[in-house]
């Protein structure tokens, strides 16, 4: 088959015409980043809002479901959904309703109530580990279940997948270099101390590093997603979750699932989906519909070594938990999007629109020839501009485009659809339609024969 290739010329005169037209279509949202530069460093709340294309962000006027409309007035598809935040569609009603009342009846009280245990209940159904507890960040359920695993095995180290994201958690933060040996990762900013001291880095799919790392028994845990996202999505080969849960074992190291995105692969994610059994789980995000909360499992054996080993007069200084963490509005928007949202019947509705989304991104590949592949877990898609899929982290680091995804991400914005930023992806909630994925097909198709100066 012949394939194509990009003019990178060519893409760059299309870049700078897209962000001329963002620019001049967005001068509300301009004026608005001007005045934030006055507060709010680099004009923005959290920095990595900077990492938007076109020249500054969009600022938001209202979101609802599956859109959002800026203070230009334009209204957008919204397939970012908040990276994964607001896979729920933004604020949905029965979410809303449950909390606004909540807001009324007590926002944080260091107290347990009754809603709590109904999320504790549908938690345990749902993904199969008998304890659980609430934190406020997925972050922070990462963060705490790393020092869990360390505590109750007395090991001092961790292990990770390379190019693995897991939140701002420090001993994430390393990858391996080109000489395969493991180093900080480049781009962290003041490490407390260099991640190679505390964790072990192998590849996603690499049974035969993995055994070599755990090996030696001073793995008190790995922490992985049972498909990795972050770098795009990366399946495990067939066996390879096996064969994980058996070495952990094998090995006395715990093993920890983040599914805080894989939860995109049905109402249980990928636990339920592959039939996992963690030692311990974590998730967050879109489990509060963007509410700020996350939560972490223990399973029957790592909650009983747990008990044992903390000391009640001190366990409000061991370094877990927070003072926000299960307060009564979290609580509350987690039991509204657990009872209403992210329903198995709901899934079946996105994950079905994801396929039609996927289709529409094929045909256009099939059509122009191009190298590209589309990927999908539940209804999380993505398109990758390279034709096989990557089997590990480090390859699929390896063929990051950002000049490309940067022009993909901005003519799809200029034309009301909101990817996220900068890999291709597009998340679909239950508020999205049919048509919503034609308009993405078709803009997608044009953005394509722009590229390829097909002349139509
Ligand atoms: N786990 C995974 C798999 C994530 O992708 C992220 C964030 N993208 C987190 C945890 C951390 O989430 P938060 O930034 O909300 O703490």
Redesign the pocket.
């Known amino acids: 088959m012949t394939t194509v290739t990009i003019d990178r010329e060519h893409l760059k005169k299309l870049y700078a015409e897209e962000e001329a037209l963002f620019l001049k279509n967005h001068p509300k949202c301009k004026e608005a980043f001007e005045k934030a530069k006055n507060s709010l460093l680099d004009g923005v709340p959290m920095h990595w809002m900077k990492k938007w294309t076109g020249g500054h962000p969009l600022f938001v006027q209202q979101a609802k479901g599956g859109h959002f409309t800026d203070l230009d007035g334009h209204k957008y598809i919204d397939f970012c959904l908040g990276?994964?935040?607001s896979m729920t569609g933004h604020s949905p009603d029965a979410v809303v309703d449950f909390v606004s009342q909540q807001l009324r009846n007590g926002i944080t009280y260091m107290l347990p109530n009754e809603n709590a245990i109904w999320v504790g209940d549908e938690l345990k159904k749902r993904f199969g580990l008998p304890y659980w507890q609430v934190a406020v960040?997925?972050?922070?359920?990462?963060r705490f279940t790393l020092r869990i695993a360390r505590h109750i095995t007395k090991r001092p180290k961790v292990l990770v997948f390379n190019y693995?994201?897991?939140?701002?958690?420090d001993e994430a933060f390393i990858t391996l270099g080109e000489d395969g040996q493991p180093q900080c990762r480049s781009t962290n900013i003041g490490p407390q101390t260099n991640p190679v001291n505390t964790t072990k880095v192998v590849e996603f799919n690499d049974v035969e590093g993995l055994e070599k790392a755990l090996a030696d028994r001073d793995v008190a845990a790995v922490l992985c997603?049972p498909a990795m996202?972050?770098i795009g999505i990366v399946m495990p080969q067939p066996g390879f979750l096996e064969k994980l849960r058996e070495l952990t074992t094998k090995y006395g190291t715990l093993l920890i699932i983040?599914?805080?995105?894989?939860i995109s692969a049905g109402s249980g994610g990928c636990t339920k989906e592959w039939n996992l059994k963690p030692d311990l789980f974590?998730i967050?995000?879109a489990i509060g519909s963007g509410v700020?909360t996350?939560v972490y499992g223990l399973s029957e054996e790592v909650a009983n070594r747990l008990r044992s080993a903390l000391n009640l007069e001190g366990i409000d200084v061991g370094g877990i938990g927070g003072t926000l963490a299960g307060n009564a509005l979290s609580v509350a928007a987690m039991r509204a999007t657990l009872e209403h949202i992210l329903t198995p019947e709901n899934y079946e509705y996105t994950i079905g629109l994801a396929k039609k989304f996927c289709e529409g991104v094929e045909q256009v590949i099939a059509d122009y020839k191009l190298p590209w592949i589309v990927k999908r877990l539940g209804c999380r898609t993505e398109y990758w501009f390279r034709p096989a899929e990557p089997v590990n982290g480090g390859e699929a680091a390896e063929v990051c485009d950002f000049e490309l995804d940067q022009y993909m991400h901005l003519y799809a914005l200029n034309r009301g659809i909101l990817m996220t930023p900068f890999h291709n992806m597009a998340l679909i909630c239950v508020n999205h339609t049919m048509e919503d994925v034609e308009v993405h097909t078709r803009v997608f198709r044009e953005s394509v024969e722009a590229l390829l100066n097909v002349n139509k």
């Open positions: 990276d994964t935040g960040s997925a972050t922070d359920a990462n693995c994201y897991h939140g701002t958690v997603e996202t972050n983040d599914e805080t995105h894989t974590t967050g995000k700020p996350a």
